[in-house]
């Protein structure tokens, strides 16, 4: 099945730091979703994004299709942007793999 | 729409013992997944369905779990006899359309088997 990766697997933060998130895939796919799991162990989408850019206050999320990665930046982070953010591919089997997520910390 | 609704919440069985889990998917959406989270193995695929038809089930780790989804409204997962290694969390989420729409997923269900 299609491949993901995600990187870093961790990442610190000082509160008002930004960053970005990557998530490589091993196949075209049809569609791809960023989740933020909270502390609490809750999936909240934060976008659907196969192809182009989308912004949501300070996150926003590029995929770049034809080279098979996408992007989630945050700017401006705050502590509750702590927890793990997971990338999301359906392939062309329609089945939806995660990556093995980027755990952020952002620290007062 | 109060989301993908899964039951319960917490589950603590005895090794053996069969366990069923519960999902209640957004009304109209046609696709179910099943997954596991586990510290070791991330988010795990077990099954998906389309229009309540099983459509890949090889991520069902084995015999002993099996998924049901009688009609649009409701799914199951069963795993009979349970064992201490399938304590994980298990979430369910449904989409419109599989393949072409967002997934959104219930709060999952914390499965402790002693």
């Known amino acids: 099945g299609i491949q993901v990766e995600q990187s870093p697997p961790d990442l610190i933060l000082q509160e008002g730091a930004n960053s970005t998130l990557r998530c490589n895939f091993s196949?075209?796919?049809?569609?791809l979703q960023w989740f933020h799991q909270n502390p609490w162990g809750q999936l909240i989408n934060l976008f659907y994004i196969p192809s182009g850019t989308k912004q949501n206050g300070r996150l926003s999320a590029t995929t770049v299709a034809t080279e098979r990665y996408s992007l989630l930046y945050i700017s401006s982070s705050q502590t509750t942007d702590s927890g793990v953010y997971f990338c999301?591919?359906?392939?062309?089997?329609?089945?939806?793999?995660f990556g093995a997520g980027t755990r952020l910390t952002v620290k007062p | 729409d109060a989301g993908v609704i899964q039951s319960p919440r917490h589950e603590v069985t005895e090794m053996g013992q069969e366990v069923t889990l519960r999902c209640k998917p957004i009304s109209g959406h046609n696709s179910l997944f099943w997954y596991r989270q586990t510290m070791m193995r991330g988010l795990e695929l077990l099954i998906y369905f389309n229009n309540n038809v099983p459509i890949d089930d090889s991520g069902m780790p084995e015999d002993r779990f099996s998924a049901k989804m009688p009609n649009a409204s409701f799914s199951t997962l069963k795993i009979q006899p349970s064992e201490p290694r399938d304590s994980a969390v298990y979430f369910c989420a449904s989409s419109i359309q599989v393949g072409s729409a967002e997934a959104f997923f219930g709060q999952g269900t914390r499965l402790t088997v002693v």
């Open positions: 999301a591919v359906e392939g062309n089997n329609n089945d939806m793999r």
């Open positions: 196949d075209s796919v049809n569609n």
